[in-house]
Antibody
Framework: EVQLVESGGGLVQPGRSMKLSCAASGFTFSNYGMAWVRQAPTKGLEWVATISYDGSSTYYRDSVKGRFTISRDNAKSTLYLQMNSLRSEDTATYYC??????????WGQGTLVTVSS | DIVMTQSPSSLAVSAGETVTINCKSSQSLLSSGNQKNYLAWYQQKPGQSPKLLIYLASTRESGVPDRFIGSGSGTDFTLTISSVQAEDLADYYCQQHYSYPLTFGSGTKLEIK
């Protein structure tokens, strides 16, 4: 059974950094691309970033480009999202997902990031 | 960027009725190479993570009841839920998986009367 468990969320001040992790199990992590999708409180879904199976390719939405970095450690079956220069509009639940193609077939339970002073 | 426009934003129906949710993309999601439409539908129940229902416009994900039907091509797509049940109370989102940046519709809230 595919399991994705996010951690690392919480309250952070504007301009500061935070790193999210996603522990994957139930599948061969190194064979699959991974992605982060976020959802602001009471709002819709928003794709954030995608990384290829081997980490050689990454894709970002414009609003996080240059501030967020998606990475992975295949030996640890773990996905990361390093978020720098956080803004209030980054406040959201961040979901770790395993895409098939570019559709999001598996989702974690999400971790809430609140950017506020 | 491909803009996904979803309608209606909300609707309320009685159990047993049929529901139609629409999704329109700002450019075609039809691949000329394989004639497939790269459109997915998700269901998000209250307090839960989203769940993939349909991909490639009309292919149901494993385990999804056959009352959920996806249709459409090019820029116009529809999710039909036949004989709605109380458990279908949820938000529904379309998403284009044709090109980056991947984009979602704004969602449709389905309420059961």
């Amino acid at each position: 059974e595919v399991q994705l468990v996010e951690s690392g969320g919480g309250l952070v001040q504007p301009g500061r950094s935070m790193k999210l992790s996603c522990a994957a199990s139930g599948f061969t992590f190194s064979n699959y691309g991974m992605a982060w999708v976020r959802q602001a409180p009471t709002k819709g879904l928003e794709w954030v970033a995608t990384i290829s199976y081997d980490g050689s390719s990454t894709y970002y939405r414009d609003s996080v480009k240059g501030r967020f970095t998606i990475s992975r450690d295949n030996a640890k079956s773990t996905l990361y999202l390093q978020m720098n220069s956080l803004r209030s509009e980054d406040t959201a639940t961040y979901y770790c997902t395993r895409p098939l193609g570019a559709r999001f077939a598996y989702w974690g339970q999400g971790t809430l990031v609140t950017v506020s002073s | 960027d491909i803009v996904m426009t979803q309608s209606p934003s909300s609707l309320a129906v009685s159990a047993g009725e049929t529901v139609t949710i629409n999704c329109k993309s700002s450019q075609s999601l039809l691949s000329s190479g394989n004639q497939k439409n790269y459109l997915a539908w998700y269901q998000q129940k209250p307090g839960q993570s989203p769940k993939l229902l349909i991909y490639l416009a009309s292919t149901r994900e494993s385990g999804v009841p056959d009352r959920f039907i996806g249709s459409g091509s090019g820029t116009d797509f529809t999710l039909t839920i036949s004989s709605v049940q109380a458990e279908d109370l949820a938000d529904y989102y379309c998403q284009q998986h044709y090109s980056y940046p991947l984009t979602f519709g704004s969602g449709t809230k389905l309420e059961i009367k």
